[in-house]
């Protein structure tokens, strides 16, 4: 069974600075998917970056990237120029095929002004 | 395009109580999912629908059932709620590969459920 674990039930950062939450897998795939994605107060679920593990180069979206080590299995998601927008819960997701979207336990980041 | 809409937005049932919530989508989507989410823990897949006209079991099926009426509405039923039934739950859709293939699922808002 694929596992995914968030190591930082909570962080903070201030506004402007940069942050990174971690990520750690467990599978014996070789091809799938990797994904973070931001749930504000709202509760509202939106996706924030995604990775294929295929793909050498780490993705990037903005203010937002990754450092995916597939070897070492994990997926750190880096926030540049926090903004208190950012403020909310973010999930790391893993996916592959003959499996179903598997969540981790999420890190709730607090941008401080 | 209002995406993924879930109804109601909160509910609150008794033990024994059942009830349905509803989940549309206007993405053309084949693809449907409801997941539960309990207080610091991340979304746990109950049941899915690759495409209209069939479902499968998630990670956390047991007490709930679904119908995929259409290729838009896929929708949860609890027959006799428990209070570990208390929980979140979100529907989320996502196209137009089928559920293995990495897509983005986009989510409704989540409705709040609580038996008493």
């Known amino acids: 069974a694929q596992t995914v674990t968030q190591s930082q039930p909570e962080m903070s950062v201030q506004e402007a600075e940069t942050v990174t939450l971690s990520c750690t897998y467990d599978t014996s795939e070789n091809n799938y998917y990797l994904f973070w994605y931001k749930q504000p107060p709202s509760r509202q679920m939106i996706l924030v970056i995604r990775q294929e593990a295929y793909k050498q180069q780490n993705a990037t979206e903005n203010r937002f990237s990754v450092n995916f080590q597939k070897a070492a299995k994990s997926f750190s998601l880096k926030i540049s120029d926090s903004q208190l927008g950012d403020t909310a819960m973010y999930f790391c997701?893993?996916?592959?095929?003959?499996?179903?979207?598997?969540f981790g336990g999420g890190t709730r980041l607090m941008v401080k002004p | 395009n209002a995406g993924v809409t879930q109804t109601p937005k909160f509910q609150v049932l008794k033990t024994g109580q059942s009830m349905t919530l509803q989940c549309a989508q206007d993405?053309?989507?084949?693809?449907m999912y409801w997941y539960r989410q309990d207080p610091g823990m991340g979304l746990r897949l109950i049941y899915y629908?690759?495409?209209?006209?069939?479902?499968d079991k998630g990670e956390v099926p047991n007490g709930y059932n679904v119908s995929r009426l259409n290729k838009r509405e896929f929708s949860l039923r609890l027959e006799s709620a428990a209070p570990s039934q208390t929980s979140v739950y979100f529907c989320?859709?996502?196209?137009?590969?089928?559920?293995?293939?990495?897509?983005?699922?986009?989510f409704g808002p989540g409705t709040r459920l609580t038996v008493l």
């Open positions: 629908s690759a495409s209209e006209g069939t479902t």
């Open positions: 989320a859709s996502s196209g137009p590969r089928g559920p293995h293939s990495g897509d983005e699922q986009f």
């Open positions: 997701a893993f996916y592959n095929a003959g499996n179903m979207l598997t």
């Open positions: 993405m053309n989507h084949n693809s």
